[in-house]
């Protein structure tokens, strides 16, 4: 991607200000076609786009630690929990009459991807109900499955189904029809997905669906699926069209922004969220006298992937991502993106005559730079967060073959930084990470 350009400007009170212009320099278009039968996962690093079908699974469960089980909710699958029953009731015949009304229906969670229709809002780590997981209940590494569901498949099929287990990453599970009819037993096993968030199951056909690209090539999936409202006591699902981000990008949505001609200024703080569906379906709305969606003024995305550590802190991994809506039609998105790095005209930078290493340092740990440059003198080395925030100022005299090791990163918290060399003539720029 091009980069952004930053702007020092100086403030009436003679002082010195650091904001972020941003220019959208990038349309991407991404089609799940008018029948939204598709998922396109989505590289915003790489801007690269892997596309796979929508309507060839029924659930799904996630890897690595997870206990998560979802349904293929955006295809019409559905999920009720048989309240008046259990998992030992599975071979009895199940008569449905009557029961759709009082059965408690299940959803996805639309902010975590942890949690599934089938995990019942638990994701095992509740200081209240620890090792619940919905479905089954947790003890000596093993979840033991307890409850009984029926599953609407996309066909329109209607199965009961249990979890009767997760055992050293294999998930044993049973369905049939309600008459006990063709009585499937399976082991999922996670290995056959190692490297990937998720795997699918296909019920109708009884078979595993490799669909999902590796984790490290995509960041947000861009599908159908059910978006679930909630007010007055009442739980509302719709189904809707928009974006899900993986469980490592964390979103700041911004309002009310003025952008004139694909620019603007970004604000200095950022609100950020974890949300799967912070950017979500709502950055456009039907106009009813058109049938057309019209995109919402002013509404812009910055969306940062982000690690964490062994404390609970989150390191951000990257630059971070604007991207701007332009249009939706039928299954099509059309949006302006761009990395948001600190940087300066390309006639002014050259990567080639500055260096820092490591750039990626622990906290305590010295930053070290050398400068080969033609330039002499007098300078500036100033260090600033990815917000525009100086950090560190240091007045320095540039010569052939300069090393700077006493940059110490004791006093700055995780994130990426950015450090500018500053002369009479030329403007050098690089960036670090904090971990």
């Known amino acids: 991607m091009k980069k952004l350009y930053i702007i020092m400007a100086v403030l ?21 076609n008018d029948q939204r039968t598709l998922d396109a996962f989505y590289d915003f690093q790489q801007n690269n786009v892997i596309t796979a079908e929508a309507e060839n699974w029924d659930i799904s469960f996630m890897n690595a630690l997870s206990s998560a ?4 909710g955006g295809q019409g699958v559905r999920l009720w929990h048989v309240t008046d029953g259990s998992i030992d009731d599975f071979n009895q015949p199940l008569d449905t009459t009557g029961k759709f009304e009082v059965w408690e229906e299940l959803y996805n969670s639309t902010d975590e991807w942890e949690i599934g229709a089938f995990n019942m809002g638990n994701n095992g780590f509740s200081d209240e109900t620890p090792g619940e997981f919905g479905w089954g ?9 307890t409850e009984l569901f029926v599953i609407k498949l996309r066909n329109g099929d209607y199965k009961k189904i249990a979890i009767d287990e997760l055992s050293s990453g294999t998930f044993y599970f049973f369905f049939s029809d309600l008459n006990n009819e063709n009585v499937e ?14 795997g699918y199951y296909d019920l109708e056909n009884g078979v595993e669906v490799d669909r999902e690209p590796m984790t490290e090539e995509w960041n947000m999936v861009f599908s159908k699926y059910t978006q679930i409202v909630e007010g007055q006591g009442v739980v509302q ?61 002013g509404r812009v995305y910055i969306a940062q992937e982000f690690t964490p550590t062994q404390d609970g802190e989150n390191v951000p991994i990257g630059a971070p991502v604007a991207i701007r809506f332009t249009e939706f039609t039928g299954g099509k998105f059309v949006f302006k993106t761009n990395d948001i790095t600190l940087s300066v005209n390309q006639y002014d930078y050259d990567e080639n005559q500055f260096a820092i ?15 080969t ?4 003198g007098a300078a500036n080395l100033n260090i ?14 540039l010569n052939k073959n300069l090393q700077i090791n006493n940059i110490n990163a004791n006093n700055m918290s995780a994130g990426v930084y950015f450090v500018r060399i500053e002369s009479n003539n030329s403007i050098y720029t690089q960036k670090f990470i904090v971990k």
Not at 185 to 198: D, L, P
Not at 384 to 397: A, D, F, P, R
């Open 12 to 32: 009436l009170s003679g002082s010195f200000a650091l904001f972020t212009q941003v220019e959208l320099v990038e349309e991407v278009t991404i089609d799940i």
């Open 69 to 72: 089980i979802r349904i293929n």
């Open 137 to 145: 209940q947790y003890s000596q590494t093993v979840v033991s499955g």
């Open 185 to 198: 037993n399976v082991e999922f096993s996670k290995s056959s997905f190692a490297g990937k968030m998720n």
């Open 237 to 297: 699902p719709y189904p809707v069209v928009g974006v899900r981000t993986k469980n490592n990008i964390m979103v700041a949505q911004l309002d009310g922004i003025e952008i004139v001609e694909d620019k603007f200024d970004m604000p200095s703080e950022l609100n950020y969220t974890t949300s799967i569906t912070e950017i979500g379906h709502d950055w456009k709305e039907l106009n009813f006298s058109t049938f057309e969606y019209e995109m919402v003024e």
């Open 357 to 371: 290493y490591p750039n990626v340092v622990e906290r305590g740990e010295n930053i070290n730079m050398i400068y």
């Open 373 to 376: 440059g033609s330039d002499l």
């Open 384 to 397: 600033y967060s990815s917000t525009g925030e100086l950090v560190t100022s240091k007045s320095i005299e």
